[in-house]
């Protein structure tokens, strides 16, 4: 059994994958950062921060941390060599104008029609909002990183029972579990982790899991 830290590089390291060289790709706060960690270095990819640069690189090691880069979570990163910053509003316009090639989110609850929230729960105090709305509707691919459930609870669902960011927005859902694509049928199990049967990632998501004719394990 993995523990928390081995599970959030486990989905990064998979998620990692899904990049293709010569991708502009945008990293939401939290574990979706450790992405940038796990890109071979034969593999170009440009990560966008929405507060204003591209060239972000891996997360500095202890001590190494520069409290002038950080990302839009506010979290130290580094820049990479040939790496820009720019204003919030260009930064935007990168993301409003569809030059975002695949933005990677983490994610409170995912319905099966691919609707998300990830920025507020009632009566508790969280990041916010942040770029995730424009980054949902701008970006032309959307992949969901996170853990499969909350405390034993499913996180992907029927439906959201949560507020909205977008709706019908999601492409592609990463877990330590498995490997999920959004269809117009609902959600398709393409891979899974081979420490987990189909019964049991079925047992942990409310909605149903259709289960691709080809399913493959996931290899990290």
Known sequence: MMDKQQTQEFIAKRVAQELQDGNVVNLGIGLPTLVANFIPADKS??????????????????????????????SCVTILPGGVFFDSATS???????????????????????????????????PGMGGAMDLLSGAKKVIVAM????????????????????????DLIITEMGVIEVTPEGFTLVERNPEYT???????????????????????
């Open 45 to 74: 990819v440009d990560f966008q921060s929405e507060n204003g640069f591209i060239g972000l690189g891996s997360v500095p090691a202890e001590g190494k941390e520069d409290m002038n880069i950080v990302n839009a979570g506010g």
């Open 92 to 126: 935007f316009g990168i993301i409003r104008g569809g030059h975002v090639d695949v933005t990677v989110l983490g994610a409170l609850q995912v319905a099966e029609n691919g609707d998300i929230a990830n920025y507020m729960i009632p009566g508790k105090m969280v």
């Open 147 to 170: 853990e499969h459930t909350a405390k034993g609870n499913p996180k992907l669902l029927k439906k959201c029972n949560l507020p909205l960011t977008a709706v019908k927005a999601v």
């Open 198 to 220: 189909v019964e049991q990632i079925q047992e942990a998501t409310e909605a149903t899991l259709h289960v691709a004719p080809n399913l493959k394990e996931m290899v990290v």
